[in-house]
C-alpha cells in the first residue's frame, strides 16, 4: 500500500524534503497556510506534490481532507507549520514531539520560560501586547541596549536593537499589529536583554530522542539601518575543532530536551559570552535558505538524509549516526548587503560570482525589475553566496573580492 508523509509549509529548506521523501518510496502532500501567492507560489515545487492542501483553520477538516493518504509522518517545512505539523503527528499517531512543550518550540517567549524551568540559562525578557508593560520592563532591567522583537515571527523579521526609549517605542510600534513574514499577526512583542557575544548555531537531527550534531557554525553580524541586526556570514566549524566548543554543544543538546524535541530536525541558535552559552532561539525545523543542500555536499552522514531517517526509517538513523561527523571542505555562507534603494535595472555580480573558484551557487533575493530597499534585516538582502574549498585561505580570498564588489556597487544596478 502507497504511504504517505504530509509537508506542512514546504517551502524555504523545507522545499527540499519532498524529493528525498519519494526517494525513500513515500508520496508528499503539501499542506498550506495560506493561499499560494508570490515568492510562496514561486517557491513551490508543485511536481513533488500528490495533493496539495490549503489549511482553512479547521483541524477537523483537514484531517478528513487527508483520509485518502495514510500518513507516515507529518513533517514542519519551515518555521510557520512547527505546531500544525505537531497536532498532526500526535493526532495520527504518528513520529511526534513532545505536545506539552509544542508552544515553546515556536514562541520566542515561551521557549525561554520553557528552558529556564527545566534549569538551563535563559535570557531576562517581558512579553506584552502594551508598551506600557515594556516600559516597565525597561525600568527594572537598567541596561542597554536591549532587543525587541516580535513573539512569532521568523528570521530577523521585525528584530530591533534599541539603544534608547524611543527606539523601543519606535520598534513596538512599528510591528505591532502588524502581519509578519510568516503570515502571522504580532499580538505581542518580546523585550529582551542584550547579550554581547558571539552567535552560534548548532543543527541536528533527533529521532526517538537521540540527538546527533550535523552542522556548528558563527555569524558573522553587522547593524543595520533601524537597528537590525544584519547577518553578513555564516561561518561553519569542521566537526574535528567541535571539542572546544564541547560546553555549547551540551547546552545545545539540553536545549533540545528541555523543548520536547524527540523526532526531525533543529536549527538552535545560541549566544556565547563571558558567563557561557544562552539560547536566542530554537527552530524545530531544518536549517533555512537551503544551507542543508550545500552543508550536505561537505558533510557526512547527510542532514537531509537523517532528517527522512528520524521520520520514517529508525534503523538507518541508527546505522548512519554509527559513522563520525566529518567536514572535508571549507563551508561558508555570504549575505548580500544593499545600501540603495530603488529599482534593480541588473544583476551583473552574478556573472562576476560566479566567476570565482569557490563559489559554489547563489540564491538571489533581488530581481530584475524589483524593488529594494536598504538592508535592515536578514530578508532585505540581497542574497546569499555559498561557498567552499578544500582550504580556508581560497574562500577568505574570494570573500575579500566579493565584499570589495559590494563597496564598489559593482553587484547590482539600482536606479530611483
Known amino acids: 500500500m502507497q504511504r504517505y508523509v504530509a509537508i506542512v509549509e514546504p517551502y524555504s529548506s523545507g522545499a527540499l524534503l519532498a524529493e528525498r521523501f519519494r526517494a525513500r518510496g513515500y508520496a508528499c502532500v503539501a499542506i498550506h497556510l495560506r493561499e499560494l501567492v508570490g515568492k510562496l507560489a514561486l517557491s513551490f515545487r508543485h511536481e513533488d506534490f500528490v495533493a496539495s492542501i490549503v489549511h482553512n483553520g479547521d483541524f477537523e477538516t483537514l484531517i478528513a481532507a487527508l483520509a485518502p493518504y495514510p500518513l507516515a509522518a507529518a513533517v514542519p517545512g519551515q518555521e510557520a507549520g512547527v505546531l500544525l505539523a505537531d497536532a498532526m503527528a500526535v493526532h495520527l499517531g504518528l513520529p511526534a514531539n513532545n505536545t506539552k512543550q509544542s508552544l515553546a518550540r515556536r514562541d520566542k517567549y515561551a521557549m525561554h520560560e520553557q528552558i529556564a524551568a527545566a534549569g538551563l540559562r535563559a535570557i531576562d525578557q517581558v512579553c506584552t501586547g502594551d508598551i506600557a508593560s515594556i516600559?516597565?520592563?525597561?525600568?527594572?532591567?537598567?541596561?542597554?541596549?536591549?532587543?525587541?522583537?516580535?513573539?512569532?515571527?521568523?528570521?530577523?523579521?521585525?528584530?530591533r536593537i534599541c539603544d534608547t526609549v524611543g527606539d523601543v517605542e519606535a520598534a513596538f510600534g512599528d510591528a505591532i499589529g502588524q502581519t509578519n513574514l510568516l503570515g502571522f499577526r504580532n499580538e505581542v512583542m518580546i523585550a529582551q536583554e542584550y547579550i554581547d557575544g558571539t552567535e552560534f548555531i548548532v543543527d541536528a537531527v533527533t529521532c526517538d530522542g537521540q540527538h546527533r550534531v550535523v552542522g556548528v557554525a558563527f555569524y558573522r553580524k553587522e547593524r543595520g539601518a533601524g537597528g537590525g541586526p544584519i547577518y553578513r556570514e555564516m561561518v561553519y566549524?569542521?566537526?574535528?575543532?567541535?571539542?572546544?566548543?564541547?560546553?555549547?554543544?551540551?547546552?545545545?543538546?539540553?536545549?533540545?530536551?528541555?523543548?520536547?524535541?524527540?523526532?526531525?530536525?533543529?536549527?538552535?541558535?545560541?549566544?556565547?559570552?563571558?558567563?557561557?552559552?544562552?539560547?536566542?532561539?530554537?527552530?524545530?525545523?531544518?536549517?533555512?535558505?537551503?544551507?542543508?543542500?550545500?552543508?550536505?555536499?561537505?558533510?557526512?552522514?547527510?542532514?537531509?538524509?537523517?532528517?527522512?531517517?528520524?521520520?520514517?526509517?529508525?534503523?538507518?538513523?541508527?546505522?548512519?549516526?554509527?559513522?563520525?561527523?566529518?567536514?572535508?571542505?571549507?563551508?561558508?555562507?555570504?549575505?548580500?548587503?544593499?545600501?540603495?534603494?530603488?529599482?534593480?535595472?541588473?544583476?551583473?555580480?552574478?556573472?562576476?560570482?560566479?566567476?570565482?573558484?569557490?563559489?559554489?551557487?547563489?540564491?538571489?533575493?533581488?530581481a530584475e525589475g524589483a524593488e529594494v530597499i536598504e538592508t535592515r534585516d536578514l530578508m532585505s538582502g540581497l542574497g546569499l553566496v555559498f561557498l567552499s574549498a578544500a582550504h580556508a585561505r581560497p574562500v577568505e580570498a574570494d570573500i575579500a573580492r566579493i565584499a570589495q564588489w559590494e563597496r564598489d556597487n559593482a553587484l547590482v544596478t539600482v536606479v530611483n
Open 135 to 159: 516600559m516597565g520592563w525597561l525600568d527594572a532591567h537598567r541596561r542597554w541596549p536591549v532587543v525587541v522583537k516580535p513573539a512569532l515571527s521568523g528570521g530577523t523579521d521585525g528584530v
Open 237 to 366: 566549524i569542521p566537526p574535528r575543532e567541535w571539542a572546544s566548543h564541547a560546553s555549547l554543544l551540551a547546552y545545545a543538546v539540553a536545549v533540545l530536551d528541555a523543548l520536547g524535541i524527540t523526532f526531525g530536525p533543529s536549527h538552535t541558535e545560541i549566544f556565547v559570552d563571558a558567563r557561557g552559552p544562552v539560547l536566542v532561539e530554537c527552530g524545530a525545523r531544518l536549517c533555512g535558505a537551503m544551507v542543508p543542500l550545500h552543508l550536505e555536499a561537505v558533510t557526512s552522514p547527510s542532514p537531509l538524509e537523517l532528517t527522512i531517517s528520524s521520520f520514517v526509517d529508525p534503523r538507518a538513523f541508527s546505522q548512519a549516526i554509527a559513522e563520525p561527523q566529518t567536514q572535508h571542505d571549507e563551508f561558508r555562507v555570504y549575505m548580500l548587503r544593499n545600501d540603495r534603494a530603488g529599482r534593480v535595472a541588473a544583476l551583473p555580480g552574478d556573472k562576476l560570482l560566479r566567476s570565482l573558484p569557490t563559489v559554489r551557487d547563489i540564491a538571489w533575493y533581488a
